[in-house]
């Protein structure tokens, strides 16, 4: 089974740009998570889909990201605009089923770097 | 509010010994803690899961213990190999969320030389 796809791996922007990612989940996942990951630290959920509904944006900079996750499959994430403390790595990851307990699957991330 | 607290100092330890990695919790105990593993340039992998009544869960060469007591659970590697080598996060569902969110811990760096 296909992984977590995400694009594009590597993005470099001016401050004050916008930028956009992309991801494909796992066939059949209906969960959807973006996280962000600061080097240095762990992941922090940005925001998760169940489907295409919104469970979760509560750490989502509202002001200046925001996500969408149309016919419940694909996933872009975008910020407009970035700041130089949004430099990080972009991690989504997928899981079949929304609650406790279920394994995410991570995608390889899309490291940002803001200049 | 919750947090999860792991060792930030990398380990370093010797092929064939055994790696214990140590993650502590605050507040109320999560109703599970998993373990993921995070090599650089890549996604997290997910390892284990341990649930709140569960006080030992192992596979292959990994084991984990959950103290609901210390507030902690120690991550074991046995015979550990340079392969072993990549960022270990330790994991919590967020307090009484019903939809699976997660904490991660910053992560400890194992280092395992040949």
């Known amino acids: 089974e296909a992984g977590v796809a995400q694009s594009p791996r590597y993005k470099i922007i001016e401050k004050r740009q916008s930028v956009a990612f992309w991801c494909n989940p796992i066939s059949g996942h209906a969960t959807l998570y973006w996280y962000q990951q600061i080097l240095g630290q762990g992941p922090k959920l940005l925001i998760q889909?169940?489907?295409?509904?919104?469970?979760?944006d509560s750490q989502l900079p509202k002001d200046r990201f925001s996500a969408e996750r149309l016919k419940g499959v694909d996933s872009t994430l975008k910020i407009q605009p970035a700041k130089l403390e949004d430099s990080a790595v972009y991690l989504c990851a997928s899981s079949s089923r929304q609650g406790r307990g279920d394994t995410q699957y991570f995608g390889p991330g899309t490291r940002l770097t803001v200049l | 509010s919750q947090k999860i607290e792991q060792n930030s100092e990398a380990l370093n330890i010797q092929e064939g010994k055994t790696a214990t990695l140590t993650c502590n919790y605050t507040?109320?105990?999560?109703?599970?803690l998993q373990w993921y593993r995070q090599d650089p340039g890549r996604g997290p992998v997910f390892l284990l899961l341990i649930r709140e009544n569960e006080k030992e869960k192992r596979k292959e060469r990994l084991k984990v213990t959950f103290d609901t007591t210390l507030k902690q659970s120690l991550f074991h590697i046995t015979a550990s190999q340079p392969a072993d080598s990549a960022t270990y996060l330790c994991v919590r569902l967020a307090g009484s969320s019903n939809t699976g969110k997660l904490i991660f811990g910053q992560g400890t760096t194992l280092q395992v030389k040949p």
């Open positions: 889909f169940q489907n295409n509904g919104v469970v979760d």
């Open positions: 507040n109320y105990s999560p109703a599970y």
